[in-house]
């Protein structure tokens, strides 16, 4: 994996389908998410939005900036993949090509082959 967190690993998994979005002034969007950055940032269609003072609106797009989000719920299959997404950032790194001792190759070697005439 690339070198973001569960969070944001998770959130692009859940892209196509309906989510919901608390901002920290209050406002609540519902809708299916397009586009989720690494920072949290995110674009919402179909949207349903309750502003605080209780007013709701359809909108058909929104941009949501990651600073401002208090709270995302995601569909319920969510639960269980972040136990698998913290197995996969935490598994050990593969050892690659050459054993232990790094790089490729064998153990290093002897003599080298000369062609033609020895100084």
């Keep these: 994996m690339n070198d973001v967190g569960v969070p944001v690993s998770l959130l692009k998994e859940f892209v196509n389908k309906t989510i919901t979005v ?7 969007f519902t809708g299916t998410l397009v586009d989720a950055q690494d920072n ?11 502003f605080a ?5 359809n ?8 600073h401002k989000i ?5 569909p319920e299959k969510a639960k269980s993949r972040v136990v698998e997404l913290h197995r996969e950032m935490n598994r ?11 790089g490729r190759g064998g153990r290093g070697g ?10």
């Design 53 to 57: 003072s209780g007013h709701t609106t």
């Design 22 to 28: 608390d901002t920290h002034n209050g406002e609540i």
């Design 92 to 102: 050990p790194p593969s050892r690659g090509r050459g054993g232990s001792r790094g």
């Design 70 to 74: 208090r709270y995302i719920a995601l």
């Design 59 to 66: 909108m058909e797009s929104v941009y949501i900036k990651g």
């Design 40 to 50: 949290l940032s995110m674009n919402l269609e179909d949207v349903n939005t309750t």
């Design 110 to 119: 002897g003599r080298p082959s000369f062609r033609g005439r020895r100084y």
